[in-house]
């Protein structure tokens, strides 16, 4: 696994980011609201972009370009 960035929920996420990642960011961004203080954190395993939220959301792309995303419950 090799250290990715942080950034705040709402702001621009990394331009190396596919764009159907974006797009579920911007999806789970619509659904979660406002939320002051949280944060996305973008990590790469086995070169595939793993993003997660401060609430546990995790968006993932697999290994032939789908991206899923997984609520913590």
Same mark, same amino acid.
């Given at each position: /696994?090799?250290?990715? =960035?942080?950034? !705040?929920?709402?702001?621009? +996420? +990394?331009?190396?980011?596919?764009? !159907? ?5 911007? #999806?789970? #961004?619509? @659904? %979660?609201? @406002?939320? #002051?203080?949280?944060?996305? =954190? ?6 595939? +972009?793993? %993003? ?8 993932? /792309?697999?290994?032939?370009?789908? %991206?899923? %995303?997984?609520?913590?419950?």
């Amino acid at each position: /696994m090799q250290l990715g =960035t942080r950034w !705040n929920l709402g702001d621009e +996420p +990394p331009a190396r980011l596919a764009e !159907n990642v974006v797009a579920a960011i911007r #999806e789970v #961004e619509t @659904e %979660v609201g @406002e939320r #002051e203080g949280w944060r996305w =954190t973008l990590t790469w395993l086995e070169d595939r +972009p793993v %993003v997660e939220l401060d609430d546990g959301t995790t968006i993932r /792309m697999g290994y032939d370009g789908t %991206v899923s %995303v997984e609520q913590d419950d």
